[in-house]
């Protein structure tokens, strides 16, 4: 029996990726003025930076109980076996929503077979656990592989990423605003990571040519085997830096495998146009 690999779009991979990998996506929403959206499908990232632009603030939410209960006991009734690869719990409600769900499904069928999983990661790093998932499934992997082998590629991986403004994460409450004072004061690039699936600044930087040259430093200090493993940018309507970023990339690691994406319309609405995102592991799986 294959296993059904599920996910949001907080993993920001194109839409055709799910097609054509059978994956099961649940849109987050985008509020903008006072029309409902649904990522990824009814919205695209570049009208949302547009927006922002002209000054509108987005409001995003999550995946409704509703479409979790749907799914679940259809999945349920047809026996079949899945795993829902979810955006971070620090980052989102989907997650916990999501348990919840699965936690009263399991009570009608408590044979059913199926994992949820907090990435505690973001954009291209929960998608590269994705892809990972989708290839795993394709060779009939056991539900059981899958879930160790992909928990293993979301404990390991690192999210490096810069925006152009701190404010637009401190409005949404991704990053205190005390963090948020240098945004865009004189040149200052602010440098964050993920810890335990939590923005956290780590660097102010003077000057885009320093902030990836440093990008590139910290990657040589935490990645591992960077020629032999996917090396993921996802960027906020700048694809102009995506470029400059990977080439650097391949040049500093001969990486032969760097995938950019857009960053999808809920994370853009919290991280604002001009943010740029690389993903990839510290740790090799055995």
Known sequence: MTVKILTDSGCDLPLHFYEANQITLFPLKVLLNEIEYEDQVTIKPKTIYDEIRN???????QVSPLTFEKTFTEMAQNNEQGIYIAFSSQLSGTYQTAVMILEQIKETYPDFQFTIMDTKCASLGQGLVVMEAARLAKENAALEDIVNKTTFLASHMEHLFTVEDLDY??????????SAFLGGLLNIKPLLNVEDGKLVPIEKIRGKKKLLRRIIEIMSERGVHLDQQTIGISHADDPET????????????AAKNVLITDIGAVIGSHTG??????????AQPS
Not at 242 to 253: Q, R, S, T, V
Not at 274 to 280: L, N, R
Request: hydrophobic share 45%.
């Open 55 to 61: 000054g509108q603030q987005p409001k995003t939410s």
């Open 273 to 282: 146009p001009g943010t740029i995102a690389i993903f990839f592991l510290n």
């Open 242 to 253: 995506a470029a400059e970023m990977k080439k650097l990339i391949e040049e500093a690691f």
């Open 169 to 178: 994460l401190a409005k949404g409450g991704r990053v205190s605003k005390a």
